[in-house]
């Protein structure tokens, strides 16, 4: 399975300065994904980090609050910019993982990045 | 549209105790996967299972197992002579294989708490 290092683990930053939060996999994956997981509450797909080309943002996200980057295929970096307390939140990157015919394809999640802007 | 339901929030049970989460999905898409994943309090999202649409066996490792039935649309998950390092959020997740584009759809989320 592959193998997802998120950094950082955790900051606590200042309200209206911006966290970069960086992903890195252990193997070439074509899917990454940027998830948030707002206290207590289940996980919402942001965005799709797409290689080399401007990532797929879901209802809600905009590219301004929450710019992606996607300079290869092992690595993707997400900025939440404009910190408020409302985006003190679990970041979560993933991957998929494609299986063998049959078999299916996995979607691996990394560590988190935990938020706490005050 | 995709759904998921785990109308459990939360389950307490004590050692040794069996316990199962359920998962309940709706998607019109006739191909699909069906995840489950533990949250442990450290956040880290850990797979567990994943079930393609087309296999309906279910499957068992270690205390763990897992039932899925197409008929009724759910996918629930046991634990077995619980204990106290299971103790975490358990998502149930789907992934349509149709126009979705690849999006997980998760449920709300389990809070299993396993106590002595």
């Known amino acids: 399975s592959a193998v997802i290092s998120q950094k950082p683990s955790r900051d606590i930053c200042q309200r209206g300065t911006s966290l970069t939060i960086q992903c890195q996999v252990d193997?070439?994956?074509?899917?990454m994904f940027w998830y948030r997981q707002q206290p207590g509450q289940s996980l919402t797909l942001i965005a799709t980090?797409?290689?080399?080309?401007?990532?797929?943002?879901e209802s809600g996200f905009v590219i301004d609050k929450f710019p992606i980057s996607r300079p290869n295929l092992t690595f993707s970096t997400l900025t939440v910019s404009n910190l408020s307390p409302e985006d003190s939140s679990i970041y979560l990157c993933?991957?998929?993982?494609?299986?063998?015919?049959?078999?299916?394809?996995?979607?691996?999640f990394g560590e988190g990045s935990w938020l706490t802007v005050v | 549209a995709q759904k998921v339901t785990q109308a459990q929030t939360e389950i307490s049970v004590v050692e040794k105790e069996d316990v199962t989460l359920d998962c309940v999905y709706e998607?019109?898409?006739?191909?699909?996967?069906l995840f489950w994943y533990k949250q442990p309090p450290s956040g880290e999202l850990v797979f567990l299972i994943r079930?393609?649409?087309?296999?309906?066996q279910n499957e068992i490792s270690g205390r763990y197992s897992w039932n899925f039935q197409k008929s009724t649309s759910s996918f629930n998950f046991t634990i077995t002579a619980s204990q106290v390092v299971d103790s975490a959020v358990y998502f149930c997740a789907l992934l349509p294989l149709g126009g979705g584009g690849n999006k997980l759809t998760f449920g709300t989320g389990t809070q299993l708490k396993v106590e002595l």
């Open positions: 998607t019109r898409d006739t191909t699909y996967y």
């Open positions: 993933s991957v998929e993982e494609v299986g063998r015919p049959l078999s299916g394809n996995t979607i691996y």
């Open positions: 980090a797409n290689q080399g080309s401007e990532a797929t943002y």
């Open positions: 193997s070439q994956v074509t899917m």
């Open positions: 079930r393609n649409s087309f296999d309906e």
